[in-house]
C-alpha cells in the first residue's frame, strides 16, 4: 500500500470518534485495509520492514502536518470516504423520470456565464 495512503488511513481512524462497540465504529472499513497492511508488512523480510516503516514515519509526519489545516483535513478525509464501497442495496432501485424532459438531462439547472468580448 503506498505509504502516504497507509499514513492518512491511520491518521482517519485515530482522529475518528469512538463508541462503545466495534459495530457502530465509523472507520471500520479504514481500520480493516491497516489490518491487511499490517499482516503483508508481517512478510516481508527485516531489511524490507525497516524500509517500509521509515517511509512511512515521513508519511506520517507530512499527512499530520497536512490534517492540522482545515481544509486539507477536510479534503483527505474526503478522500479516504470515497475509497469505501458503495452500500448494498435491500431492495429494487426506484427511479423517477420527468414526463416533460426530452432527453436526460433536459432539466437540469445550467448556468450561464456573462460572455467576455475582446
Not at 46 to 72: G, I, K
Amino acid at each position: 500500500m503506498d505509504p502516504v495512503r497507509q499514513a492518512n488511513l491511520s491518521a482517519y481512524v485515530a482522529s475518528a470518534p469512538k463508541t462503545g462497540s466495534a459495530c457502530t465504529f465509523t472507520a471500520l472499513f479504514e481500520k480493516k485495509q491497516l489490518l491487511e497492511a499490517r499482516r503483508k508488512r508481517s512478510t516481508m523480510t527485516f531489511m524490507e520492514r525497516m524500509e517500509v516503516d521509515s517511509e512511512h514515519r515521513q508519511a506520517l509526519a507530512q499527512v499530520t502536518e497536512m490534517r492540522r489545516n482545515e481544509d486539507h483535513r477536510k479534503a483527505l478525509d474526503r478522500l479516504i470516504e470515497g475509497m469505501r464501497p458503495e452500500p448494498q442495496v435491500g431492495g429494487p432501485k426506484i427511479v423517477k423520470h420527468n414526463g416533460k424532459a426530452l432527453h436526460q438531462g433536459h432539466d437540469r439547472k445550467l448556468n450561464w456565464a456573462p460572455l467576455e468580448c475582446y
